[in-house]
């Protein structure tokens, strides 16, 4: 059974690789974008452990392979960047799985943190390897006599009958193999640290990843040893198996990479919207806090970008907001929003935030009905102000959220009623 009979068509492979490739190349632009605006090592090799495989996954693609090629005048020289790309991927993923600390082990604010000096030396020893077999594999291939015709999907088992391309594509496998067992050993360690959540998700699917993808090293190794040996008929498994196995742990690990940041951008837009009904009245209260009017509803919409200082300024215009309006909180307000949330059975946190809302909502509507604010020495202290700065998002979300509920109203209602 030839290889060109058992290979899928050269189209797919080049929809698949190029997708795939661009798209991890996205998220690795994401990373460097973040790695320029905070420099530290461990966002820099977060960046290059994403875009050292894109890499490999776009010059995989026989279009582009085949570009290479008669750029460089070279037949196949195009393998050698592919398994390079996937080498620095391996060399890179495993520095990265050490470096990260759980947050809850990290002794600063910084995602990315090299524990101490085990750390290090287990990094030296990983990258000694790489080091030293990394020359050894170009040297290898070069001299291996591999720049015969072009065969970008049909490579490792057309020459792995050549000894120093047998050997090549051996190192290459182990080094790869070795790394995803490594890392997803480490990552499975991180993530049964971590409590539920994206960030614990995005972990488990690098650790997932890694094992899919060992399906394509074994896949591999057996249709090199095959060829080497002269063993005909196990082409399949490195034509068509071995690439399937290689583009979803590709999928896997990029999700995993890319999953936890889509989650914290979800999550600060959620906040940035949410917010708006409480700034509105902020606003309305006072026009001087705001650096700016307030946005329509379309330009609300589309704010996708700066999405944590948008939130952050929005946040401290309501506070400012609150204290504004603190003179014109009726104690009255304060006490029938603790009894209704009381009767409604709510816990602390959303007692609290009822309070607020009631509160802010009463003292509003006496500011626009021209009732005199009252003296210092009768204010009321709204409860949660003294809010851990972690938490004051959390707590005010949670208030504007209870702004027009209709716990908040019924508690107006009370007071309005009794008067």
């Given at each position: 059974?030839s290889?060109v009979?058992?290979?899928p068509?050269?189209?797919?492979?080049?929809?698949?690789?190029?997708?795939?490739g661009t798209?991890?190349?996205?998220?690795?632009?994401?990373?460097?974008?973040a790695?320029r605006?905070?420099?530290s090592?461990?966002?820099l090799?977060v960046?290059?452990?994403i875009?050292?495989?894109?890499t490999a996954?776009?010059v995989?693609?026989?279009?582009?392979?085949?570009m290479?090629?008669r750029?460089a005048h070279?037949?196949n020289?195009?393998?050698?960047?592919?398994?390079l790309?996937?080498?620095?991927?391996?060399?890179?993923a495993?520095?990265?799985?050490?470096m990260?600390?759980?947050?809850?082990?990290?002794?600063?604010?910084?995602?990315w943190e090299?524990?101490?000096?085990?750390?290090w030396r287990?990094?030296?020893?990983?990258?000694?390897?790489?080091?030293?077999?990394?020359p050894?594999?170009?040297?290898?291939f070069?001299?291996?006599g591999?720049g015969?015709?072009e065969?970008?999907?049909?490579?490792?088992?057309?020459f792995a009958?050549?000894?120093?391309?047998?050997?090549?594509?051996?190192?290459y496998?182990?080094l790869?193999?070795?790394?995803?067992?490594?890392?997803?050993?480490?990552?499975?360690?991180?993530?049964?640290r971590?409590?539920?959540?994206?960030?614990?998700?995005?972990i488990?699917?690098?650790?997932?990843?890694?094992?899919?993808?060992?399906?394509?090293?074994l896949?591999?190794?057996?249709?090199?040893?095959?060829?080497?040996?002269e063993?005909?008929?196990?082409?399949w498994?490195?034509?068509?198996?071995?690439?399937v196995f290689?583009?979803?742990?590709?999928?896997?690990?990029?999700?995993g990479f890319?999953?936890p940041?889509?989650a914290?951008w979800?999550r600060r837009r959620?906040?940035y919207q949410?917010?708006?009904?409480l700034?509105?009245?902020?606003?309305r209260?006072?026009?001087?806090?705001?650096?700016?009017e307030?946005?329509?509803?379309?330009?609300?919409?589309?704010?996708?970008q700066?999405?944590?200082w948008r939130t952050?300024?929005?946040g401290?215009?309501?506070?400012?907001?609150?204290?504004?309006?603190?003179?014109?909180v009726d104690?009255?307000v304060?006490?029938?929003?603790?009894e209704?949330?009381?009767r409604?059975?709510?816990d602390?946190?959303?007692r609290?935030?009822?309070?607020v809302?009631?509160?802010?909502?009463?003292?509003a509507a006496?500011?626009?009905?021209?009732?005199?604010p009252r003296p210092r020495?009768d204010?009321?202290p709204l409860?949660?102000?003294?809010?851990?700065?972690?938490?004051?998002?959390?707590?005010?979300?949670?208030?504007a959220?209870?702004?027009?509920?209709?716990?908040?109203?019924?508690?107006?209602?009370v007071?309005e009623?009794?008067?």
């Amino acid at each position: 059974m030839s290889d060109v009979a058992t290979a899928p068509p050269e189209a797919l492979f080049n929809t698949v690789y190029l997708t795939i490739g661009t798209i991890a190349w996205l998220v690795a632009a994401l990373k460097f974008r973040a790695w320029r605006r905070d420099p530290s090592p461990g966002l820099l090799v977060v960046a290059l452990t994403i875009a050292a495989p894109a890499t490999a996954f776009l010059v995989a693609a026989p279009v582009l392979y085949r570009m290479i090629d008669r750029v460089a005048h070279r037949g196949n020289l195009a393998t050698l960047f592919v398994y390079l790309g996937i080498t620095g991927f391996s060399a890179a993923a495993v520095v990265l799985a050490r470096m990260w600390t759980p947050p809850k082990e990290r002794s600063g604010v910084r995602v990315w943190e090299v524990a101490g000096a085990q750390t290090w030396r287990q990094v030296r020893r990983r990258l000694a390897a790489f080091a030293v077999l990394v020359p050894v594999m170009i040297v290898l291939f070069l001299a291996g006599g591999a720049g015969g015709p072009e065969t970008p999907l049909t490579f490792d088992t057309t020459f792995a009958t050549r000894p120093g391309i047998a050997l090549f594509l051996v190192l290459y496998q182990g080094l790869f193999g070795f790394a995803l067992i490594d890392i997803s050993r480490v990552c499975r360690g991180h993530a049964a640290r971590l409590p539920a959540g994206p960030l614990r998700r995005g972990i488990r699917l690098i650790a997932l990843g890694g094992l899919v993808a060992c399906g394509y090293v074994l896949c591999k190794l057996v249709a090199i040893g095959a060829a080497f040996a002269e063993v005909t008929g196990t082409e399949w498994l490195s034509t068509a198996v071995g690439p399937v196995f290689a583009a979803l742990g590709a999928v896997l690990i990029t999700a995993g990479f890319g999953g936890p940041a889509v989650a914290a951008w979800t999550r600060r837009r959620r906040d940035y919207q949410a917010l708006r009904p409480l700034w509105d009245l902020a606003y309305r209260a006072d026009e001087r806090l705001a650096l700016e009017e307030p946005a329509s509803a379309w330009t609300e919409r589309l704010a996708f970008q700066d999405l944590e200082w948008r939130t952050a300024r929005r946040g401290l215009e309501i506070r400012d907001g609150q204290l504004t309006l603190r003179p014109w909180v009726d104690p009255a307000v304060v006490a029938a929003a603790t009894e209704v949330a009381d009767r409604a059975g709510l816990d602390d946190d959303e007692r609290v935030a009822l309070t607020v809302a009631a509160a802010l909502r009463g003292a509003a509507a006496a500011l626009r009905a021209g009732i005199p604010p009252r003296p210092r020495e009768d204010q009321v202290p709204l409860p949660g102000l003294d809010t851990e700065p972690a938490q004051e998002r959390t707590h005010l979300v949670r208030v504007a959220r209870c702004l027009y509920a209709p716990l908040t109203g019924e508690a107006l209602a009370v007071v309005e009623g009794a008067r």
